[in-house]
């Protein structure tokens, strides 16, 4: 496993400050009526103007410089001429490549309106994410933060992705050690202070079954929302210090 030193730990935190900003400006633009490919357009413009790289282009190949999972996507909603709607839930996950260093974020929110259905899955996502947050400590296991995410999401009735995963962060985007969504206590490698990880629950109100709409984007079965809220943290006595900030 990779321990980051104090200067790669602040270039990392200036790539994730910087990526969840784009969130926030991200957010603010999606109304109802706004095409995914504007706001990945806007993704592209602002990650330029920074001097960035779109990493989740560069380095999977993927058609898009944010992931739009709109409803029932579960990850790697392709952005296109699909409109928002009133009432739709929404995630975005935002990554770039900044001075050699990545950063990756993710939030979901409601699109117009916000009902009950929308606070509750998007709270027990967050409250998952925050869990499994705290379980990055030092003297923990992979299977620890995945067991956080896993056991709070089940004990407030909805499941989390199987066939998916967190992962490590550094110069790039994709590194070992994979963070399952589901896992048990005490599997999977030793953590340590210095590590950094993603942690990044992806929360469905129904059943885990998934199929393929195309290459890139899966779908729920039964139609059910899917949330995700997503940060990169360095695993610390206490638990994960979350290096945007916020």
């Known amino acids: 496993m990779i321990v980051r030193k104090p200067e790669e730990l602040a270039a990392l935190k200036v790539a994730n400050r910087a990526t969840t900003k784009l969130l926030r400006e991200l957010k603010r633009l999606a109304r109802p009526g706004i095409k995914t490919i504007e706001l990945d357009a806007y993704a592209r413009d602002y990650i330029a103007r920074l001097g960035g790289i779109p990493v989740f282009e560069r380095q999977a190949g993927f058609p898009g410089a944010i992931n739009t999972n709109r409803n029932d996507i579960v990850v790697h909603g392709i952005p296109g001429e699909e409109m928002l709607q009133d009432g739709d839930i929404f995630t975005i996950d935002a990554g770039m490549l900044l001075n050699g260093y990545a950063g990756d974020a993710a939030t979901t929110f409601a699109v117009g309106a916000e009902t009950e259905r929308h606070r509750t899955l998007i709270d027990i996502t967050k409250r998952a994410m925050k869990a499994a947050i705290d379980a990055a400590k030092v003297g923990n296991h992979v299977g620890d933060v995945s067991w956080a995410m896993q056991s709070y999401a089940e004990a407030h009735g909805c499941n989390v992705a199987r066939s998916f995963c967190g992962h490590g962060l550094g110069t790039m ?3 070992d050690p994979q963070v399952p969504f589901a896992g048990d206590p005490g599997e999977g490698p030793l953590l340590v ?20 709409a195309n290459q890139w984007e899966a779908r729920t079965v039964d139609g059910s929302w899917v949330a995700q809220f997503e940060r990169a943290v360095m695993v610390t006595p206490r638990g994960g210090l979350i290096l945007s900030g916020d």
């Open 193 to 212: 202070e210095g590590m950094v990880l993603t942690v990044e629950p992806v929360v469905i109100e129904g059943g885990v079954e998934h199929y393929m």
């Open 173 to 175: 985007m994709w590194e």
